[in-house]
């Protein structure tokens, strides 16, 4: 095998995103979700939201850079046109 570089296409569970992508926005539903739960909730600690708040924002922060890095490979020419594009085997 002398230097493959092909990449496999991405499983089409995931609609030409990356695993990365969809665990992210699962886990930011969830955790947007969990601080609208506890805001409403008015047995909540503020500790307990602000907790909870910390969280949402670091999850927002990872999804914000995660797209800024692939800002430039998705706007190059092709670039994600073998991810996009499910080919059957």
Known sequence: MKGDTSIA???????GESNYEVGLESLLAEAREKVKKLQADPHTTQ??????TQNLQVL?????????????????????DGIREVKPE
Do not use: C
């Open 60 to 80: 927002e922060s990872l999804w914000e850079n995660y797209h800024i890095g692939m800002n430039v490979f998705r706007n190059a020419k092709g670039g994600r």
């Open 9 to 15: 296409p991405l499983d089409p569970s995931f609609h």
């Open 47 to 52: 500790e307990t939201l602000q907790d909870a």
